[in-house]
């Protein structure tokens, strides 16, 4: 397993350079090797790349995304891929762009391109193309999605807003439109894991107090 790091600081607002890496379906143009990324659901992506020579069609999960922070992945199936992009503040106009990432070469041409550190030299050129990318646009991004996705330790807790919004131009389009829905908060007191205890008896001694229902 390989492991690649690389970070960028981007002249953008850190808002605006987030919004603009939740759109994975503009990665072609700012990514090499890839030639198209579909959005099959709000946390799986269909990818068709190009690595060392190889063609590749595979899948992708988002494991962890907090809006402004970061967003973490893993493939689905071979080729065995994970990573983490993360974002700081530095300023109000200056964001630093992080993206680490695990590769599992597969076969003599994918090992042979790793050896060499191809595959890094590609991956740091992603990053310093995504920033060229956003900065062109003066800050600005193409769209962005503002849910939450929580990572394997955050199950049991609290569930954001992980409904993404349809594109600029369809009705609801646009970045957190208004109307959104699927917040999957459970109700306020409801413990760990959004499961409220099942009824039945009382214990004794724990009976609540008998009185006339109070006046609303």
Sequence with gaps: MSTIEHSED?????????????????????????????????TRTAWVA??????????????????????????????????????????DATTRVTLQMEYDP?????????????????????????????????????????GDVPGPHEHGSTYGDTTRPVPPGTIG???EPPGTVGRGEYPPGAPPGGTLPPPGPVPPGHEPPQGPRPVL
Aim: zero cysteines; aromatic letters at 10%; hydrophobic letters at 35%.
């Design 50 to 91: 190009e690595i060392a020579g190889v063609r590749r069609e595979f899948e992708a999960e988002i494991t962890e995304q907090h809006p402004d922070e970061r967003i973490a992945w893993r493939s689905v199936d071979k080729p065995h891929q994970a990573g983490v992009v993360t974002f700081h503040r530095l300023d």
């Design 173 to 175: 389009g646009g970045d």
């Design 10 to 42: 981007v002249r953008a607002p850190i808002r605006a350079v987030y919004n603009q890496w939740t759109q994975f379906e503009s990665f072609p143009e700012f990514m090499e090797g890839v030639e198209s990324v579909k959005q099959l659901s709000d």
């Design 106 to 146: 597969e076969g003599f041409l994918e090992t042979a391109a790793d050896w060499l550190q191809l595959v890094r030299m590609r991956v740091i050129g992603d990053v310093k193309r995504f920033k060229t990318f956003i900065e062109s646009r003066d800050g600005g991004e193409t769209g962005g999605w503002r």
